[in-house]
């Protein structure tokens, strides 16, 4: 059974940094592309920052040149470094991975973790 646990989410004044950290345990062969979305209240979850496995990265507009999304494979972790956090930063962030459980899979598939609750204040 494979698990993603977010952990590194808290209260910061706008400015501050935080960094998120997304664990996945369980037995499978390779964690392909991994992701980071955010869920404000009242609005739809949106994409932050996705990273494949060869570190290649792709992020929204609103957090280019601000947050940084890395990946440790050994650890198969990933990490999300925000850093001049704004109010509208604040959401539930939730981390993706798509899990390749055979080496012969084409495709991975697609686990979620339950959230990390980041919170900026003015």
């Known amino acids: 059974q494979v698990q993603l646990v977010e952990s590194g989410g808290g209260l910061v004044q706008a400015g501050g940094s935080l960094r998120l950290s997304c664990a996945a345990s369980?037995?499978?062969?390779?964690?392909?592309?991994m992701g980071w979305y955010r869920q404000a209240p009242g609005k739809q979850r949106e994409l932050v920052a996705t990273i494949t496995f060869g570190g290649n990265t792709n992020y929204a507009d609103s957090v280019k040149g601000r947050f940084t999304i890395s990946r440790d494979n050994a650890k198969n972790t990933v990490y999300l470094e925000m850093n001049s956090l704004k109010p509208e930063d604040t959401a539930v962030y939730s981390c993706s991975a798509a899990i390749r459980f055979r080496t012969y899979d084409l495709y991975g598939t697609g686990y979620w973790g339950k959230g990390t609750l980041v919170t900026v204040s003015s």
């Open positions: 369980g037995l499978f062969f390779r964690i392909d592309t």
